[in-house]
């Protein structure tokens, strides 16, 4: 929805590492978060970026490039719950979050 | 209660019927939200409020109304309702409320509405 770009589904191997990225519009941004939700639950913050670089939280960290309009999430050593739909969304000049689709993550033992 | 709460969990209900979903918050945050989320598409905003006693309008407002009489309750109305608002419906809250001053959206559970 309104020019936020994420994949719609991605499959991992528990253990491993995976790169959950996404692209926005660049005019009017005041920030970028991430966002996780279980199949029937409601979202859950995970993150948080305004400025260039990567913001490191256990095994999750996001990283945000404001001049390229990108973002990723960075999810390590995967478990099984963390099979979930991880939501991006990009804060406007009006301080809504305009939200992605949703990227499902599907781990796999 | 803690945190937000959403009632009904879910409902059924017939084209052309009125409808209030209702939401209370806890934490005595300034703003409130109401999203829909349908299968493919993003979080959509409905309406939202930045502070008791003031609303807006979000993305997608036709056929919803909401209020804000008091911090704690912000519930979102259909007039009559048509099959395309059967969707899941989410209220959330944040402490921030004025514009530069941003904090995470914590959300209810949800409402899931069916509208034959």
């Known amino acids: 929805g309104q020019n936020i770009d994420q994949p719609t589904e991605m499959t991992a191997t528990e253990g491993a590492i995976v790169q959950i990225n996404c692209t926005y519009q660049?005019?009017?941004?005041?920030?970028l978060f991430w966002y996780q939700q279980h199949a029937g639950e409601a979202p859950t913050f995970l993150s948080y970026n305004v400025l260039d670089g990567l913001e490191e939280k256990g095994r999750f960290s996001s990283f945000l490039s404001r001049s390229k309009g990108y973002s990723y999430l960075l999810l390590k050593e995967l478990q099984m719950k963390d099979s979930a739909s991880y939501l991006c969304?990009?804060?406007?000049?009006?301080?809504?979050?305009?939200w992605g689709a949703g990227t499902k993550l599907i781990i796999k033992p | 209660i803690a945190g937000i709460t959403q009632a009904p969990t879910s409902q059924i209900l017939a084209a052309g019927r009125r409808m209030t979903l209702r939401c209370t918050q806890d934490?005595?945050?300034?703003?409130m939200y109401w999203y829909r989320q349908d299968l493919g598409l993003g979080l959509r905003l409905i309406h939202y409020s930045n502070t008791a006693g003031t609303t807006g309008k979000g993305e997608v407002p036709d056929g919803y109304s909401v209020s804000r009489a008091n911090t704690d309750d912000f519930p979102l109305t259909l007039a009559s309702a048509v099959p395309s608002q059967t969707s899941v419906y989410f209220c959330?809250?944040?402490?921030?409320?004025?514009?530069?001053?941003?904090?995470?959206?914590?959300f209810g559970p949800g409402t899931r509405l069916t509208v034959l």
């Open positions: 934490m005595r945050h300034n703003a």
């Open positions: 959330a809250s944040s402490d921030s409320g004025l514009a530069g001053d941003i904090d995470e959206q914590f």
């Open positions: 969304a990009r804060m406007d000049s009006n301080y809504q979050l305009i």
């Open positions: 660049t005019s009017g941004f005041n920030g």
